[in-house]
């Protein structure tokens, strides 16, 4: 089908220069040479042009000005241009029998554009100016409380220390003007994402996906389809402890606000949870928390305590790492990152890691504020450029995770070895508390890591319906709350008018971020961390183990890493943990005590929304 779409094509440029004639014989059927020099080709331009690239997105990010953005337009919309002409060739290789080192790059080659933009003249250039804009506006969108401008990364902070209801709300609503307040030529982030949909399904169309979402599931190594089973299978794993959770928390929250603000029949308002999303609630431990298993620290306040710097939690992130037997991050990561915000220009604060040459140039970039969620974030995005370094020897083609979860669960299983007894060893925990406050760290974690399983799946389910059509502009937001109400059983605090652009105030929609890999992370960080806990010979509970200093486990894990995406992933997970399946249940198994501690503080409750 696209096959023809393609010569008919090339036949009308031909025509129109001049030059059909010349081109009338069939072209001679593609060797396995033409496919060895097509990769080789692709590699080559991937190398260079992507260092090209990611350094003007560096740029960019770190520096956003109407320059900066040209040149991040331009160089996208390059970027896209080839990557869709790489897709289209690599087809014409579909029939022959190959090595399948070379199939699978072909297959990569095939799903290596993000968003395809349709071939026509001009249209990658529009869909990348359309997405500039859309991050520029979730970047720099003002924001004014009481009439004062108050920086993006300050309200999220706040959402955590706040506990007024009204004030929440207020921040809250604010929040979420930015992606539906108009420019000056009348446009909005919410016009511009449902152009920007548009474009890119036409795209895909081209390329033989049904659509974006389709081509975003096909990247897993399984039938788009399938995937999808899968994402519902795993949380079909970790639901039941969800429901405990949610249960819970609102009872206590309840406590707190009182009937009016918290119904115990409602789902439960979306300011409250510590999080401008409501995808992780940490921050609200000190509602929520069992009152006799405190386990008696908080980390952001060890943190403020002990005067630690945002540079001292990255050379800490580091520490952790180096134990692990990895090399010492370079000399030119120190220099090059952006640890902390820059108070004279706009910048993306969203936290991001990145290998500008594909070799040993790895930074950070963040607006590190010094309290315990950014401690966690450091290791996070350190994690991604470990693996960043670890699979540099790989073929461009393969210079990714396993897959898009693996990524991101790396520096998440190094984070969860940040237990009471690592943080004692570091200096900054006197003393380790004992068993009677092991539910107040489960429930600390818990907080975090299962709130945020249902928002983890959502995000995606939300953007399939959107790229499938099943849901229009018009009902971008209602379908919004559907799903946020069925499975995180969360709602507004004020009913939004279908007007609103609610997606677009998280960062990964505007800036067309897939999402199920965090889903998928949270599933694998716990694989990681019980079977690196078994390496380590650990056999307490699962929680209290950290492998801060195993260099048996870090030889592994770096055997994995090393893959980088040349197998598919479950020759990967196969060569860190053993086993070829993703599995909820070591989650499960962690969260174990919290769970029989949950149904009993529910047992007289009436759950559910
Ligand atoms: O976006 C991130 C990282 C960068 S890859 C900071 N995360 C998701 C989020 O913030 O929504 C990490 C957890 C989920
Ligand atoms: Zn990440």
């Known amino acids: 089908m696209f096959r023809k779409t393609r010569l008919a094509i090339a036949l009308a440029s031909s025509l129109l220069l001049g030059t059909a004639h010349a081109d009338n014989h069939a072209k001679a059927a593609p060797t396995p040479e033409d496919a060895a020099a097509f990769i080789t080709e692709v590699e080559a331009w991937s190398k260079d042009y992507g260092e090209y690239a990611a350094r003007i997105a560096w740029v960019e990010a770190t520096n956003i000005t109407y320059d900066t953005n040209w040149l991040a337009t331009r160089a996208a919309a390059e970027s896209t241009r080839k990557g869709v002409e790489f897709a289209n060739r690599a087809k014409d290789f579909n029939d022959l029998d190959l090595p399948a080192d070379m199939r699978r790059k072909l297959e990569k080659i095939k799903l290596g554009v993000n968003l395809p933009a349709p071939t026509r003249d001009g249209a990658a250039a529009e869909l990348a100016a359309i997405n500039t804009r859309m991050s520029a506006t979730y970047a720099t969108g003002k924001i004014e409380l009481d009439g004062e401008p108050v920086a993006r990364n300050d309200l999220e902070v706040m959402m955590g220390t706040v506990r007024n209801a009204d004030q929440l709300q207020e921040i809250w609503t604010r929040w979420r003007e930015v992606p539906v307040s108009q420019r000056a030529d009348g446009g909005t982030m919410k016009s511009d994402y449902a152009q920007m949909v548009a474009l890119s399904n036409e795209g895909a169309r081209e390329l033989g996906f049904a659509d974006v979402g389709a081509m975003w599931r096909a990247r897993y190594d399984l039938p788009p389809d399938d995937f999808a089973a899968e994402t519902d ?36 308002r979306a300011d409250l949870l510590g999080n401008m999303w409501a995808q992780s609630w940490g921050n609200i431990y000190d509602l929520v928390g069992p009152a006799d298993a405190d386990p008696g620290f908080d980390l952001s306040a060890l943190l403020l305590d002990n005067d630690y710097t945002a540079e001292q939690i990255v050379r800490t992130g580091e520490a952790f790492f180096s134990s692990l037997g990895f090399a010492p991050l370079p000399e030119s990561f120190w220099e090059r990152s952006q640890i902390t915000k820059p108070r004279d220009r706009e910048v993306a604060c969203h936290a991001s890691a990145w290998n500008l040459d594909g070799q040993d140039d790895i930074r950070i970039k963040m607006c590190t504020q010094v309290n315990a969620d950014d401690f966690n974030t450091v290791h996070h995005e350190l994690g991604h450029n470990y693996y960043q370094r670890a699979y540099k020897a790989q073929s461009p083609i393969f210079q990714t995770g396993a897959n898009g979860g693996f990524h991101e669960a790396i520096g998440d299983m190094v984070a969860l070895s940040i237990t009471p007894e690592y943080l004692q060893t570091i200096g900054l925990l006197e003393t380790v508390p004992d068993a009677a406050s092991d539910l107040g760290l489960l ?22 319906q959107v790229f499938s059509g099943q849901l229009s502009p018009e009902q971008y937001n209602d379908g919004w709350w559907a799903l946020r109400e069925e499975y995180q059983g969360i709602r507004p605090p004020v009913a939004r008018a279908s007007g609103y652009f609610d997606p677009g105030a998280k960062y990964h929609i505007p800036n067309n971020v897939s999402y199920t890999r965090y889903f998928i992370a949270h599933i694998l960080q716990f694989q990681f961390h019980k079977a690196a806990c078994d390496m380590a010979g650990w056999e307490g509970p699962l929680h209290r183990c950290s492998v801060y200093g195993a260099e048996e486990v870090g030889a592994r894990f770096n055997a994995m890493l090393a893959m980088g995406a040349s197998s598919p992933w479950p020759d990967a997970l196969e060569a860190f943990i053993g086993t070829r399946q993703m599995d909820g249940s070591a989650m499960v198994e962690y969260f174990a005590p919290l769970m029989n501690w949950l149904q009993e503080q529910n047992a007289d409750r009436v759950c559910g929304w």
């Open 233 to 268: 299978r795993l949380w079909n794993q970790v639901k039941p402890l969800y429901n405990e959770l949610q249960c819970h928390v609102r009872a206590r929250l309840n406590a707190h606000y009182g009937d009016q603000i918290v119904p115990l029949d409602q789902p439960i």
């Open 443 to 464: 429930m600390d974690r818990a907080l975090d890591k299962v709130a945020f399983q249902p928002f983890g799946l959502l995000m995606d389910k939300w953007r399939w």
